[in-house]
């Protein structure tokens, strides 16, 4: 049973554009989402998070919105780069009980960055 | 400093070998992780310790045997594996595990291959 999806496994965009990443997720109790991006053959890197109490968060080109009501994220890269190319996992997780620990993984969507 | 550091790199293993996996970590995080991924899919939970116990195993075969030596330290004992282990392994840590809307920092992984 997936609770967080990614139903993009792709998305190319050009240089210098906006690239946007999305995230569903099923799980009213999930509190926390973050955003990972994980070259080939490495360790996933943390990129920013948000809080459920938040509805944005913005670290540099990095944005991510959240909207709980439609159980909704996304992460905004402006402006992209061809560095950025590489797979972007959304995470989530909720506080306490016997979900403490766990991180609920979507499948990931491979960004290309093309000059 | 949010830095996991993890070895070997890479591991090549017949089914009847030893051999272990090390993670180690020096930001003073007590929670500490073990991830299997395989290509094209999220990271797969193994196993947590918080505080040097274990406190989740993901119902993971006994061919598998973690360790937690000391708060920076985490061990993955590898026994008998099977051909379907080969995947990369990651190592992650937070800072408390018990603490509200943690971040998990990940090491680069352990690509092991078995034979």
């Known amino acids: 049973d997936q609770q967080v999806k990614q139903n993009s496994p792709s998305l190319s965009v050009q240089e210098g554009r906006i690239s946007i990443l999305n995230c569903d997720y099923t799980?009213?109790?999930?509190?926390?989402f973050l955003w990972y991006k994980k070259y080939p053959a490495e360790g996933p890197t943390f990129l920013i998070s948000?809080?459920?109490?938040?509805d944005k968060n913005e670290d540099g080109r990095f944005t991510v919105f959240l909207n709980k009501s439609a159980k909704h994220l996304s992460l905004h890269i402006v402006p992209s780069q061809p560095g950025d190319s590489a797979v972007y996992f959304c995470?989530?997780?909720?506080?306490?009980?016997?979900?403490?620990?766990?991180?609920?993984f979507g499948r990931g969507t491979q960004l290309t960055v093309w000059p | 400093d949010t830095e996991v550091t993890q070895t070997p790199k890479h591991l090549v293993m017949g089914m009847t070998n030893k051999k272990s996996l090390k993670c180690e970590q020096h930001?003073?995080?007590?929670?500490m992780y073990w991830y299997k991924q395989k290509a094209k899919k999220p990271p797969e939970l193994m196993f947590v310790y918080s505080y040097e116990k274990l406190s989740i195993n993901e119902s993971v075969p006994s061919r598998f045997s973690p360790e937690c030596p000391n708060s920076s330290l985490l061990n993955l004992h590898l026994h008998a594996l099977q051909p379907e282990d080969s995947a990369l392994y990651l190592c992650a840590s937070s800072p408390n595990n018990r603490a509200y809307q943690e971040t998990q920092y990940f090491g680069p992984g352990t690509r092991l291959l078995v034979l």
């Open positions: 948000i809080s459920s109490i938040k």
């Open positions: 799980n009213s109790m999930f509190d926390y």
């Open positions: 995470a989530a997780s909720q506080d306490r009980g016997s979900t403490l620990g766990r991180l609920y």
């Open positions: 930001m003073g995080h007590r929670a």
